[in-house]
């Protein structure tokens, strides 16, 4: 019970950390964003893992991931990264990991009406704690892992927050079958924006505004299978209900309006709504295969 009480009290200390960048400012919104819901997407991920102890509870370990996206038709990114990871108590683990990312960046070029590809490159930072508490034969486990995303290309600061800080929460149940090498598992996980931006009627007018919001829903059901004591595999499914908000603004501040003028030089909206920002939400179904080696 001790540790069952330590880990919920774990837990909202943790959670509280979303409320950081929390801004009250009474900025006019000048309308709401137009609602886009993209079509859903199968993808796919492949990971290899060498899993390296250093010390008694320390270990290090190096990664790379292969992620693809469109119905599994494009690479979306390859991700190389490298983390080390303490266990400070029996029910108690922190660490820490750098990922390099290559982000395959595809735009239509409406002079040659071709598609244009190009890799950009960002860095990730994760830090993380995780406390666990097992009854019976089922560990529950809850993990919260703050996120900074680094871009390296060119962009609007008022557009997109860098880096961009977001807090994923993960709670996640396995059970321990007897004399069995697979332990199924299942868990929810939500991705919390802390710094996004949010939309102003001009950036240069008002100070700038940051928003919270859930990003992204995650619910992921899989198993892992100790095929020795050396080599393991993770299966999984995961389902992703994903949202976002696009803000575009002019270069005097103004936010970038899709609209044509009638007759009578009115504004007319392309997409009622749509003032500059767009809220879109898609759904992605995510199949995966994790590999690790552990010397």
């Avoid at 950390?17 to 400012?25: H, R, S, V």
């Avoid at 490159?121 to 486990?141: C, E, F, P, Q, W």
């Avoid at 290309?153 to 004399?179: C, F, G, T, V």
């Avoid at 991705?191 to 505004?209: I, S």
Wanted: glycine share 4%; aromatic share 12%.
């Amino acid at each position: 019970m001790k540790k069952l009480l330590r880990l919920l009290m774990l837990a909202v200390a943790l959670m509280g950390c979303a409320t950081l960048y929390a801004q009250n400012d009474e900025i006019p919104i000048p309308t709401k964003p137009a609602t886009v819901q993209k079509d859903d997407d199968v993808q796919a991920r492949f990971r290899a893992i060498l899993d390296i102890p250093l010390a008694n509870n320390l270990s290090l370990d190096w990664s790379e991931q292969v992620r693809m996206h469109n119905n599994v038709s494009d690479i979306d990114k390859i991700v190389s990264s490298v983390g080390i990871s303490y266990k400070a108590l029996p029910w108690l683990k922190v660490g820490a990991s750098y990922g390099f990312i290559n982000v395959r960046d595809e735009e239509f070029d409406n002079k040659t009406n071709k598609s244009l590809v190009e890799w950009k490159n960002r860095h990730m930072v994760n830090v993380d704690v995780t406390g666990s508490y097992k009854v019976g034969r089922v560990k529950l486990s809850l993990r919260e892992r703050v996120r900074f995303n680094f871009r390296t290309d060119s962009i609007n600061p008022y557009e997109h927050a860098n880096p961009a800080i977001s807090l994923r929460s993960r709670l996640k149940a396995a059970y321990d079958i007897r004399q069995c090498r697979w332990e199924p598992y299942a868990y929810v996980e939500l991705y919390t924006t802390l710094n996004a931006r949010d939309a102003v009627p001009n950036y240069q007018e008002y100070h700038q505004a940051f928003k919270q919001y859930i990003s992204r829903i995650r619910f992921s059901v899989g198993t892992e299978f100790k095929i020795n004591n050396y080599h393991r595999l993770d299966i999984y499914y995961r389902f992703h209900m994903n949202q976002a908000y696009d803000i575009r603004y002019k270069k005097s501040g103004d936010l970038k309006t899709n609209h044509t003028y009638n007759p009578k030089g009115e504004i007319i909206l392309k997409d009622p709504g749509d003032m500059g920002w767009r809220h879109e939400k898609q759904n992605c179904h995510v199949f995966g295969i994790d590999y690790k080696f552990k010397l």
